[in-house]
């Protein structure tokens, strides 16, 4: 289980982003988290793998308090939270399989990692993850020669390299059409019924959110002011959500 409990963050010039938010989630649940741009969605996520510093606030996973985590005990952690960014993240000019190879970094010998020499085990698993998202025959392309869609499902594969035990998916289809949006969604619901792997993901759209998450939380102005099932989000918890002036559509 994921508890986040009474999380704070402000930024420099007193900008709080989180402003004491608190909730659960449990071992292979898909949760999403809804908001306006700036709603904090981005801050959150970030916070529980602590590439952001929380202010205030714990976060503990399986028992483990992650915000008071040594650096190396951080290390350990993050070996096991995969992310997934929103502009995918990846080193435009290496191949491919290079940046799936990525997501072992946190397992290597320090001296091999600054090589990137990987165990052919490792090669062999690259390879699986990308044949799983459908992209096995582009593993020696170079990653800015892929289209968006393509690249954001290298980032699945790469985040899959970890073994992870929670995904992160900071904003995975916003910049992506329709179309594109759900395959990638199809992707993170692949992993998260078939390997068990509890998912956070940011979204926008609230049809994404019906089709895919078990749950949702809402943050608007940093607070948390939703938690419950897609179906709850009725008109007027929509309006909280979203402000008065927003139209609903899906």
Not at 154 to 174: N, T, Y
């Amino acid at each position: 289980m994921l508890k986040v409990e009474n999380l704070v963050k402000i930024y420099d010039g007193g900008i709080k982003a989180l402003d004491d938010v608190s909730f659960e989630v449990d071992k292979g649940e898909f949760l999403a988290v809804i908001g306006l741009s700036g709603s904090g969605k981005s801050t959150l996520l970030r916070c529980i793998n602590r590439l952001i510093e929380p202010t205030e606030g714990t976060i503990t996973w399986d028992g483990v308090d992650v915000t008071t985590a040594s650096q190396e005990e951080l290390r350990r952690i993050r070996r096991r939270i995969g992310m997934v960014f929103q502009h995918f993240n990846l080193v435009s000019r290496s191949k491919v399989l290079t940046n799936v190879l990525a997501g072992r970094l946190g397992y290597l010998n320090p001296a091999l990692s600054i090589v990137n020499r990987f165990p052919k085990a490792d090669i062999d698993k690259a390879h699986a993850q990308l044949a799983r998202v459908g992209l096995e025959e582009k593993a020696n392309a170079r990653a800015d020669e892929l289209s968006g869609g393509q690249q954001q499902r290298v980032g699945v594969a790469r985040a899959m390299m970890q073994d992870p035990e929670i995904m992160l998916a900071d904003e995975p289809v916003a910049s992506l059409d329709p179309v594109l949006a759900h395959s990638i969604m199809q992707y993170l619901e692949r992993i998260n019924q078939e390997d068990g792997v509890m998912v956070l993901c940011s979204l926008h759209f609230l049809d994404l959110v019906h089709q895919y998450a078990d749950r949702v939380i809402a943050l608007n102005e940093g607070r948390l002011v939703f938690e419950g099932t897609p179906k709850e989000i009725d008109d007027d918890k929509f309006k909280e959500i979203y402000g008065k002036e927003a139209e609903r559509v899906g």
